[in-house]
């Protein structure tokens, strides 16, 4: 089956400065690793790792969560921004460590598992 080419973007900020992974997902899919905006890699992936990829993102849904609580004692080491998009679709999911939590960890647990498999693909991680 062919199918449109995918877009994702996954940009995590954490203490020690931001690490960005750009996936395309086509006839010839690759991953671009940045840290800090500095490419430090591009490699192509298996059909094993696509396959991967799409599973995670056949099974990503709206996180629908409370605030956590805590307030300002509670606050987050690492951020996430994830860009998944195609042809017909466009999403666009942003969270922090601290949402993963207790109420929130079922909400998040699609968005969270598709950003561990793209941060899986960086083998030098």
Do not use: C
Not at 52 to 63: D, Q, T
Not at 95 to 111: H, M, Q, R, Y
Request: net charge negative.
């Amino acid at each position: 089956m062919k199918t449109y080419p995918i877009a994702l973007e996954l940009t995590v900020w954490e203490d020690l400065g931001l690490n960005q992974y750009e996936v395309t997902i086509d006839e010839v899919s690759n991953i671009s690793i940045k840290r800090t905006d500095d490419v430090l890699r591009t490699r192509e992936l298996t059909s094993n790792e696509v396959s991967a990829l799409i599973a995670a993102i056949e099974f990503l849904r709206v996180p629908v969560s409370e605030e956590p609580k805590g307030g300002e004692n509670s606050k987050a080491s690492t951020s996430y921004e994830l860009i998944v998009e195609s042809a017909h679709f466009s999403l666009e999911f942003n969270w922090e460590d601290i949402d993963l939590g207790s109420v929130n960890e079922k909400a998040f647990t699609p968005v969270s598992a598709l950003a561990a498999v793209v941060v899986s693909l960086d083998l030098a991680h």
